[in-house]
């Protein structure tokens, strides 16, 4: 959806579906309007220990997409947090809260 508004000022992914196939190659050939001024990438270091061949790939994924972004020139951050996609989600939601509200 970010990449089809130019509403969106900030995209957080938490956990996000990155994984999801040809994804990377979307980000990489698509640009994001010009409003979106930062984006947060959030994943638990766990999440790519399935057996599922897609999503075993979400961590590779997620930091692709990082940094595609941050040599695009779009301010980003990528946290990679202790456990899995049901670790402290509350508090990673509060964590990209905050960094959006006040980067």
């Not at 050939?29 to 897609?54: C, F, I, M």
């Not at 779009?74 to 202790?82: D, Q, S």
């Amino acid at each position: 959806m970010a990449y089809h508004s130019n509403v969106f000022s900030s995209i957080a992914s938490v956990s996000g579906a990155l994984w999801y196939p040809k994804f990377v190659d979307y980000v990489r050939g698509h640009s994001l309007p010009a409003t979106v001024e930062r984006v947060y990438l959030s994943l638990g270091d766990k999440e790519q220990k399935t057996r599922n061949p897609y999503m075993s790939r979400v961590q590779e994924a997620t930091e692709l997409i990082y940094n595609h972004l941050t040599q695009s020139g779009v301010k980003a951050i990528f946290e990679l947090n202790p456990g899995n996609h049901f670790k402290d989600e509350v508090f990673r939601i509060a964590n990209c809260v905050h960094w959006i509200l006040n980067e």
